[in-house]
């Protein structure tokens, strides 16, 4: 199984769930371009049975997209990216720690509740998970305060 190599040359295998939404659109081109990373899989059930690259518009992305977790899953990865909605998120982290990938959660709306099952169930598999939901907010902060910021500092 891939996700129990230890450090290599091979690239980081990811699955991206959302891959055609607008965050994970451009995530999955920020992907692409990495020379660490490649995306094996990607999940949406309006897209399933398609190439994630024709569905963005980028010749580069040739992964197949798949209309669930578990169906996306099977095609082995290192990294399972989280940017769908709270309603299937939860089920989704839990069942790429289950298949022993590591999680990114780019998706906001998880509870506290939700979160301690997702660290129950990833300590369990030995399994990273990384919670970064709102993170488009904070960089829009980010982005808004620079500019206030430049108004009032010459260089």
């Known amino acids: 199984m891939r996700n129990t190599r230890v450090m290599t040359s091979e690239p980081i295998a990811v699955c991206l769930a959302g891959g055609t939404g607008w965050a994970g659109s451009e995530l999955a081109r920020a992907i692409a371009?990495?020379?660490?990373?490649?995306?094996?899989?990607?999940?949406?059930?309006?897209?399933?049975?398609?190439?994630l690259g024709e569905v963005i518009g980028d010749a580069r992305i040739t992964c197949p997209i798949y209309s669930s977790a578990?169906?996306?899953?099977?095609?082995?990865?290192?990294?399972?990216?989280?940017?769908?909605?709270?309603?299937?998120?939860k089920?989704?982290?839990?069942?790429?720690?289950?298949?022993?990938?590591?999680?990114?959660?780019?998706?906001?709306?998880?509870?506290?509740?939700?979160?301690a099952e997702i660290d129950t169930a990833a300590r369990q598999h030995a399994r990273g998970v990384l919670g970064v939901g709102n993170f488009?907010?904070?960089?829009?902060?980010?982005?808004?305060?620079?500019?206030?910021?430049?108004?009032?500092?010459?260089?």
């Not at 371009?33 to 049975?49: E, I, K, N, P």
């Not at 488009?136 to 260089?155: G, H």
């Open 33 to 51: 371009s990495s020379s660490d990373m490649v995306l094996v899989a990607a999940v949406s059930r309006t897209h399933a049975g398609r190439r």
């Open 70 to 89: 578990v169906e996306a899953l099977s095609s082995g990865c290192d990294v399972f990216v989280e940017y769908t909605k709270p309603d299937s998120a």
């Open 91 to 115: 089920a989704n982290v839990l069942a790429a720690v289950e298949h022993g990938a590591h999680v990114v959660v780019g998706t906001s709306g998880l509870t506290e509740q939700d979160y």
């Open 136 to 155: 488009a907010l904070t960089v829009v902060l980010m982005q808004k305060f620079a500019e206030m910021a430049a108004k009032l500092i010459p260089q």
